[in-house]
């Protein structure tokens, strides 16, 4: 899970728990939130609206043209949870179940582009260095940085730039020179087996 201000308890509640830290009211608090948000977020996308929903659409300033689920709605920047489920005639009391329903359906978009980019970044922390390159020979790298890397010798891309000195501007290079490298090796063995 992401770190976000407003997630704190949903990723280390359970944490806490396993490690004793939780007593049974507040975990029992801390379930019956977890299950109510997502109880609350199935019925907001399993809620279908039509066009010429006179409440809906006071809440959404427009008309609309076709069907849509109450959280395809709540993405929409100018809708609150608040007047959505009021206008839908639903009974969710529990504010703070709302907010974080809200919060999540906000930013989903931006929270799954942000996992994508921590599976890419962690996908090259895990690239391997092959143990007999030369790294005088990538351009851009400074004489420290290369003094650095020859003697530390890193397995992966992830311990290079655990190295003290090694900035993350020499660890793209090296990813750009890796990546060319690997390149040149799968054209070299195209031709070979052609």
């Known amino acids: 899970m992401i770190l976000l201000q407003d997630n704190a308890d949903r990723r280390l509640t359970e944490q806490g728990r396993k490690l004793g830290l939780i007593d049974e009211v507040r975990w029992r608090r801390f ?29 959404l300033g427009q008309e609309i043209n ?10 929409r920047p100018n809708v609150t949870v608040n007047r ?16 974080q329903i809200e919060i999540d359906c906000k930013y989903e978009g931006y929270i799954s582009r942000q996992q994508e980019e921590i599976n890419r970044v ?13 790294y005088r020979s ?10 650095k890397l020859e003697a530390v010798r890193p397995a992966t891309i992830g311990q290079a ?17 890796l990546k060319t490298l690997h390149k040149k090796r799968d054209i070299s063995r195209a031709l070979k087996s052609a």
């Open 161 to 177: 730039g655990r190295i003290s000195g090694v900035t993350p501007a020499a660890v793209s290079l090296l990813l750009v020179y």
């Open 84 to 99: 959505l489920i009021q206008a839908a005639k639903l009974d969710f009391e529990n504010a703070e179940v709302n907010e």
């Open 31 to 59: 379930c019956e939130k977890r299950d109510a948000i997502h109880r609350r977020g199935q019925v907001l996308n399993d809620t279908y609206v039509q066009p010429g929903d006179a409440a809906i659409e006071a809440v």
């Open 138 to 147: 990538i351009s851009g790298l400074s004489n420290e940085v290369c003094q």
């Open 66 to 75: 076709r069907e849509y689920s109450l959280i395809e709605l709540l993405r």
């Open 122 to 134: 962690a996908a090259q922390q895990e690239m391997e260095i092959p143990e007999v390159i030369e």
